[in-house]
């Protein structure tokens, strides 16, 4: 791996695909647009946890949800997890739907993070004592979810633990999933700042990042080489993040933004296409042309 000869192909090709990447206007077809709204980095942080452990299924039809929900939380979504009643929570959710999840759902992770911010201060802080602790991102991001689920939930649920559902959006890594979603989360807290990504959480180094493994960056990552791995598992993810390391030693996943929204729009094709194909920066590294 350290003397891996494609790096040296792939690498011009992927500097092209980001340089060619319109980021603010891929940005509108994005969860990450959201947050964006907010200058407290406690504000930042609440509203980037429930977008991007929310942001599952079709961005059009989840982002308007999204937008919704914090409207709902008002000017200091923060604010509303640290110092709303449970009873509250649930009312201030009351309008969210979508597909399996629900208000109660929204108000349970809400209440894991509003418990966090007030013994740590910062959802941030309790990550980075996580990952000082542990040194290692999968270890820290499992401390972290077991956090947001320890405390008691019984007001919103009528039981002690979170909804069943709150396992589908915080997946625990050591149960194998690429946790999708809870890593797209730390790419927006340590990168950058960078116009998309915050780069809040300054003692996590980029470097140990594992990539936001979507079915579009696992997708195109089998089509150029990252990855030979056919399913969506934490062990794909750190498969694809190796590789990436081998290109960007200090900001590996700093190309998952542009991999993603390649096929987010739709422009890779997922096949030969002569068309679509025509133009696109990683066709020269692509299985369907080489």
Not at 200 to 210: H, I, M, S, T, Y
Not at 234 to 245: G, I, N, Q, S
């Amino acid at each position: 791996m350290r003397t891996w000869r494609r790096a040296e192909l792939l690498r011009p090709a992927l500097e092209a695909l980001l340089a060619g990447t319109d980021a603010p206007a891929r940005m509108r077809g994005d969860p990450v647009e959201l947050p964006h709204r907010y200058q407290d980095p406690r504000d930042i942080e609440v509203a980037s946890l429930l977008c991007a452990a929310l942001a599952y299924g079709r961005v059009d039809l989840f982002k308007p949800r999204l937008r919704a929900l914090l409207d709902a939380l008002g000017p200091s979504p923060a604010a509303v997890a640290m110092t709303a009643r449970p009873a509250e929570l649930v009312d201030r959710a009351k309008g969210f739907s979508y597909r399996m999840t629900d208000a109660r759902d929204v108000a349970c992770l809400l209440h894991g993070a509003g418990t966090i911010l007030r013994a740590h201060g910062s959802l941030g802080s309790c990550f980075t004592a996580h990952y000082r602790r542990l040194r290692s991102v999968r270890a820290a991001l499992g401390a972290f979810v077991d956090e947001l689920c320890a405390p008691d939930f019984t007001p919103i649920t009528g039981q002690r633990g979170p909804t069943r559902r709150l396992k589908h959006l915080l997946p625990h890594p050591d149960r194998g999933s690429a946790c999708k979603r809870l890593n797209l989360f730390l790419r927006w807290m340590v990168r950058g700042p960078d116009g998309v990504d915050f780069g809040l959480w300054r003692e996590v180094p980029a470097d140990a990042l594992v990539v936001p493994l979507d079915t579009h960056v696992h997708r195109i990552g089998r089509f150029i080489g990252l990855t030979r791995r056919k399913d969506l598992s934490w062990k794909t993810a750190e498969d694809v993040t190796r590789r990436l390391r081998l290109l960007d030693a200090e900001d590996p996943v700093r190309y998952d933004f542009a991999l993603s929204h390649l096929g987010i729009s739709g422009t890779c094709a997922s096949r030969k296409d002569l068309r679509r194909c025509a133009n696109c920066p990683l066709k020269p590294i692509c299985r369907y042309w080489v």
